[in-house]
C-alpha cells in the first residue's frame, strides 16, 4: 500500500508526532511518499529506516497510490486538491489548525485510524468541485475549487458592482466588497463568516453570498449547481481579485468570468462513526449549553 502525506510545514514540537506516525505506517505495510517540500524539513531529524520516495506536483502522483494525508488545517487539505485534481485519490485530512471543517480527524486520533485506512475499512464522501471559465488563461491548470470562488475589491479601493447572471439570465447587482460562489463543502467556510446558509454536501447546490453588501435587502441565495454563473464587474479601479480558495489572481475588468459545477469529484475519507452532522455539533457547539 502507498500513501502520499503532505503538509506545508513542520513545527518543531511536531516532530515526535511525525516519526510515531511515520513508524505506524511502516508497521502497517505502508509506503509512504512524502511531498519534497516537506520531507526537506523533517529528514534530519527524523529516522527512516524503511523504503520511501517523494514527490514534487500532480505528475508524481499516480494510480498507484491508495490515498493522501494532509496534516496541517483546512487550509492544508485544500492545497491537496490541486495535487490528487481528477486522479480519484482518496484525502484523509489530520488536523493540526484550528477550527478544522475538513481536516476533522485530531492528531491524537491519527494513530487510530492509521490501522482503518491500511484495511480500507474507511468511507468516501464524495464532494463536488467548482470549476472557473475564463476568456483568458487563469489558475495554471487547476481552474476549480472545492470551498468557493470569490470576486473581491483590491485592497482598500471602493466597493464594485457585480452584475450576476444565471445561465444568461440577469439575477442582481451586487454594491458590495465582494461576491462569493460557495459549494457545498464552501459553505461552512468563508460563506458562513458573511452569513451564507450551512448546507449538506449532497445538496447539489452553490451557494452565492455578498460580502458586505451595500443594500442591506440583499441576502444569500441557493442555486442548483447545474447552473452556470457569470459575472460582469465594474468599479472606480482597474482591477480586483478573483480566488479559488485560498489562491488567487489580480485580474482587469475586462476579463470575462463564470463558473459551473466541476466535470471530476473529490474522494474524502470519512471514519464510519463521523458524519456531517456531528461535525457540525462539534465545530459549531451546536446542542451545547455553556452557561451550563
Not at 183 to 197: E, I
Request: with cysteine; hydrophobic share 40%.
Amino acid at each position: 500500500m502507498k500513501i502520499a502525506i503532505y503538509s506545508r510545514g513542520v513545527d518543531a514540537n511536531q516532530m515526535n508526532d511525525f516519526s510515531q506516525l511515520f513508524e505506524q505506517l511502516i508497521e502497517n505495510g505502508v509506503t509512504p511518499i512524502f511531498y519534497q517540500d516537506f520531507f526537506n524539513q523533517f529528514y534530519s531529524a527524523v529516522k527512516l529506516d524503511h523504503d520511501y520516495s517523494t514527490f514534487n506536483s500532480f505528475e508524481d502522483l499516480d494510480a498507484s497510490i491508495d490515498c493522501m494525508i494532509s496534516l496541517g488545517g483546512d487550509g492544508t487539505l485544500l492545497d491537496t486538491v490541486t495535487l490528487v485534481r481528477d486522479s480519484g485519490i482518496p484525502i484523509l485530512g489530520v488536523n493540526y489548525g484550528r477550527l478544522g471543517f475538513l481536516a476533522n480527524i485530531g492528531k491524537e486520533e491519527i494513530h487510530n485510524v492509521i490501522d482503518t485506512i491500511a484495511n480500507r475499512k474507511y468511507v468516501l464522501d464524495k464532494r463536488t468541485l467548482i470549476h472557473l471559465e475564463s476568456n483568458v488563461p487563469l489558475f495554471d491548470k487547476s481552474p476549480y475549487a472545492l470551498n468557493e470562488f470569490t470576486i473581491h475589491k483590491k485592497d482598500s479601493s471602493q466597493m464594485i458592482k457585480i452584475h450576476t447572471y444565471l445561465n444568461g439570465e440577469f439575477l442582481n447587482t451586487y454594491w458590495a466588497d465582494g461576491l462569493i460562489v460557495a459549494t457545498p463543502t464552501g459553505s461552512t467556510g468563508y460563506s458562513l463568516s458573511c452569513n451564507g446558509p450551512v448546507v449538506f454536501p449532497d445538496s447539489k447546490s452553490f451557494v452565492i453570498t455578498p460580502i458586505a453588501p451595500h443594500n442591506l435587502n440583499i441576502r444569500p441565495i441557493v442555486v442548483p449547481d447545474d447552473t452556470i454563473i457569470s459575472f460582469e464587474v465594474e468599479g472606480r479601479s482597474d482591477e480586483f481579485v478573483c480566488s479559488l480558495d485560498s489562491r488567487r489572481e489580480i485580474l482587469t475588468k475586462e476579463i470575462q468570468l463564470a463558473v459551473k459545477k466541476e466535470s471530476f469529484d473529490i474522494n474524502l475519507i470519512r471514519m464510519n462513526e463521523n458524519n456531517f452532522l456531528q461535525t457540525l455539533r462539534e465545530k459549531l457547539s451546536w446542542g451545547f449549553d455553556k452557561r451550563n
